[in-house]
């Protein structure tokens, strides 16, 4: 089973307490947690729960608690949790009774509410007995895969050469009113009558319910317990040693392993590394500085003057810079050759590579409609060459403006407050809807182009020497939703198809090869509504069988699919001699697919390239649907 990730995220500046003094980044640290998770780690934002300043009271961070973690039918045994606060944290007088160990100090994270009084008395933070019992309610239900990020501290800095620091950066505060009677006030229900060792706080010893990741000093001493507990992170600074926050450390984080020197979690990866899976925009390479083999070549749209940079790895959500850059000179297959751009750059060694500019001799027509906004912009603000109405062009993909929508593959119009995109291509029915980006979505605004230029070239491209001829072709059958047997003749006639929108109806595509070879197939469904491409079938690199043989079928079934949702589309079969990686092509998410460990696409570890010869093609099939009258 695919497993997910779910976050509260708390994040407070502004405090309701005039005695508790504000903070600045901490309401921008927890948002931009949230923006490494939704954009690098690709979590939906549904599952994710962010509370900043007057929302972050005491009552609300414990109902968010529980209703989006706790109670939360979503989550699963396994998936990864993570609970993020910034903001103050403070330390108060232990009662006699309050748990074991006769802490001298208690440690609370401070609610936007901290230090007022509220319907069950004054608010003293939540403790750390408090929340660690809630920790346990969540990994008795959803089980250890919990990551615990405080970004506060527990104790005031000292003055350095008699120099105050600024207090808005200070993430501690004195509590000034609550008492120890108000502790067991708003203690945790659920944590009444349990055992806790509260000696050094939220650092607890032994901990089997989640793993904490605390901001520290570059030495590794935990800057909330003055010194005592030393925190193993290997990721706490940089090179030179400087202090990195946590809200840092998890945006360049590469999958780290962090624990306690005695914890019984002792080298276990961040989140236990859910999120940090194979991305499939990274192909290997092998070789020297001097030249290296791309393990893509003419099936994956790479040509000659096709650049990529060199990372160090493939894992998603993961600090990984640009190494050096390539460009490519021969061109095979399945696999190609390239030289390093400059000789005189010094750039590092990498074995993952990642295409920056296709250098497609295809072009992308774009209509620029007329808009009030793109008026106003050409009056008054100077053009740029390297844009479109002010939408970045990215190079290489032959991005060319015409005059009339006739002539174009998509219109574009740039209004005030969105981009409206509405895709022209001449084999997909003339109806077609407008997709809208909303402009506050500059990321997304700034990809449309580049993503709309890439669906075109995959779905235009083929190979010109078309060496399968009419040799692979492609069927669809309607399914019996009884007996999943096939009903009536191939649909697909000239390879194109009319289909009725019926609900619950279910289809199979039937690929026959009637070469003399046995053959690769890779079949990719694109949406004509918009610029979505996703992978229904990728073959497996183990074990090293085709799957489509010499005068055989395969057989992808495709009854899972809501094909009754779309208005069009095409589906895009391609077919090698040899086995490669085609996860490249996705893009975006179509909602066809369901999340199913077995469907997802595998990133082959770098290889030995194989130099017989190959041979690739593609086929197409246009699907349009209508309504039933």
């Known amino acids: 089973m695919t497993r997910r990730l779910f976050a509260l995220l708390i994040g407070i500046d502004d405090y309701k307490s005039g005695r508790v003094w504000n903070l600045e980044a901490c309401a921008d640290d927890a948002r931009r947690v949230k923006q490494w998770l939704t954009n690098d780690l690709q979590t939906p934002s549904a599952n994710i729960a962010l509370l900043v ?16 973690l706790v109670n939360n039918p979503a989550i699963s045994q396994g998936d990864a949790l993570v609970v993020y606060f910034a903001g103050h944290g403070s330390s ?61 501290s527990f104790s005031s800095p000292q003055s350095v050469a008699g120099k105050v620091p ?60 003055e010194g005592r507990r030393k925190v193993y992170t290997g990721i706490s600074g940089d090179e030179k040693g400087s202090a990195l926050s946590p809200a840092q450390i998890l945006r360049g984080s590469r999958a780290p392993r962090y624990s306690w020197a005695d914890s019984p979690a002792r080298d276990r990866i961040l989140l236990n590394g859910v999120p940090f899976v194979p991305d499939t925009n990274f192909v290997p ?23 990529f940079s060199v990372h160090s790895h493939n894992i998603c959500g993961s600090h990984n810079p640009s190494l050096d850059s390539f460009r490519v000179y021969e061109v095979h297959p399945t696999w190609s050759l390239a030289r390093r751009k400059s000789i005189n750059r010094r750039g590092g060694r990498g074995s993952w590579a990642r295409i920056t500019r296709w250098n497609t001799r295809t072009p992308f027509r774009v209509y620029m409609k007329k808009t009030f906004s793109s008026v106003f912009r050409h009056l008054f603000c100077r053009p740029s060459p390297d844009e479109l109405d002010g939408i970045p062009v990215k190079e290489g993909l032959n991005i060319v403006e015409v005059e009339n929508s ?15 995109v509405q895709p022209l291509n001449q084999l997909a029915p003339p109806h077609r809807p ?31 020497e078309n060496p399968f001829g009419d040799h692979v072709q492609m069927e669809l059958y309607l399914i019996d939703a009884h007996d999943q047997r096939r009903v009536g003749q191939n649909l697909l006639i000239n390879g194109k198809v009319d289909l009725v929108r019926t609900l619950g109806n279910s289809y199979n595509v039937v690929l026959r090869n009637h070469t003399d070879r046995d053959l690769w197939p890779y079949l990719a469904y694109m949406d004509s509504n918009g610029v979505d491409i996703h992978l229904l079938y990728h073959p497996q690199p183990s074990p ?26 095409f589906l895009k079969l391609f077919v090698s001699t040899s086995y490669t990686s085609l996860g490249i092509l996705e893009q975006s998410s179509t909602p066809i697919q369901p999340s199913h460990s077995d469907s997802e696409v595998p990133v082959p570890p770098p290889a030995s390239l194989e130099y017989d010869a190959q041979e690739w093609d593609t086929a197409l099939a246009v699907l349009n649907f209508s309504d039933a009258t």
């Open 53 to 68: 300043n007057k929302e972050a009271t005491k009552r609300r961070i414990e109902d968010v608690f529980m209703s989006h």
């Open 92 to 152: 108060m007088p232990a009662p006699r009774d309050w748990c074991e160990g006769k802490p001298r100090y208690v440690q609370v994270l401070c609610p936007y509410d901290h230090d007022t009084k509220g319907p069950e008395g004054r608010v003293a933070g939540i403790s750390d007995r408090s929340l660690c019992s809630m920790l346990g309610e969540l990994c008795a239900v959803k089980g250890d895969n919990i990551t615990l990020i405080l970004d506060c």
């Open 166 to 225: 600024d207090r808005r950066g200070i993430r501690c505060t004195p509590t000034e009113k609550a008492r120890k009677e108000d502790l067991f006030s708003g203690l945790w229900r659920g944590a009444i009558g349990k055992r806790f060792n509260g000696e050094h706080g939220f650092y607890q010893d032994n901990c089997i319910t989640h793993m904490l990741l605390a901001a520290c000093k570059p030495e590794g001493n935990g800057d909330g317990m």
């Open 285 to 307: 390479v092998e070789g020297d500085k001097d030249g290296l083999r791309l393990h893509m070549g003419a099936i994956h749209g790479v040509m000659e003057g096709t650049e």
């Open 406 to 420: 006739a002539m174009a593959d998509i219109s574009v119009g740039v209004h005030s407050r969105a981009v409206r």
């Open 434 to 464: 407008v997709l809208k980006i909303e402009k506050k979505d500059k990321e997304r605004s700034a990809l449309i182009l580049d993503e709309a230029a890439r669906y075109h070239m995959h779905l235009h491209r083929t190979n010109p």
């Open 544 to 569: 090293p069988i085709p799957t489509l043989p010499k005068h055989g079928s395969l057989e992808i079934e495709l009854r899972s699919y809501s094909l009754p949702q779309l208005d069009s589309g």
